[in-house]
């Protein structure tokens, strides 16, 4: 996409439903600040997900839990001023909507102060009633389905979900209550490609996936991991994309043929 390009119509909850009913995948990576916000994009990222994640990335730290509002809401409207076109996605992190009152005063503050056009929450059945009061309200919701990192401690490691069968039909139910609810987009982490594919097939709002096969409706991936940056162990699901390129913008852009072409994420890259 030519830097033109990036100015032309901006990317909404509307676009995303319609690549949704088009078949055309949906390319999201994460973004923390200014800069990458504006490369993404001029590659051809549709979908900026400011992630918590930046706890483990840019501030060092072991999980997601220790991130604050402030530091996201900072980051978001980094991000904010470096994009043109695409849509920012911002994570509520960890206690910041344990209840819908406070839910309602946090994703405000990612709205207004961040730039955020949607914010992200992990969790399943326990989320609907924050959900619907947030829809209800004009606030874009996406929903965190499968591994939530932010329930790390919960969950004694990052383990792929939804394996053993209750655990598959209680996730394919959340994800029809939380599109009742009024969820406008579903994220699904480390979850079984084929669980995946029926949860896509299953609801109308597109499902953006990572480590979840090349069924869903889009792909996200870690930006430092994509980059092959992070330090330590890569995740089964990533794939460092600067392999073979000669700059970062060469990488964004064979991610985002990858994922336009249903090339990647590749089997080896999912779950059974
Ligand atoms: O925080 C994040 O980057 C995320 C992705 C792993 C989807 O939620």
Known sequence: MSGDAAHANPITVTTLRKMKRNAEKIVCLTAYDASFAALLETAGVEVLLVGDSLGMVVQGRETTVPVSMD???????????????????????????????????????????????????????????????????????????????????????????????????????????????GADVLLVESIPTTLAAEITGAVDIPV????????????VLVLYDMLGITPGHRPKFARDFMLGQTSVRAAVESYVLAVKSGVFPATEHGFN
């Open 71 to 181: 530091e996201m809401v900072y980051h978001s409207a980094a991000v904010a001023r470096g994009r043109r076109r695409a849509l920012l996605m911002a994570d509520m992190p960890f206690m910041s909507y344990a209840t819908p009152e406070q839910a309602l005063r946090n994703a405000a503050r990612l709205m207004q102060e961040g730039g955020a056009h949607m914010v992200k929450l992990e969790g399943g059945a326990i989320q609907v009633e924050t959900v619907a009061q947030l829809t209800a309200r004009g606030i874009p919701v996406c929903a965190h389905l499968g591994l939530q990192p932010q329930s790390v401690h919960r969950l004694g490691g990052y383990r792929v979900q939804g394996r053993d069968e209750g655990a598959a039909r209680q996730m394919l139910q959340d994800a029809k209550s939380l599109q009742a609810a």
């Open 208 to 219: 953006i996936g990572i480590g979840a096969g090349a069924d869903c409706d889009g792909q």
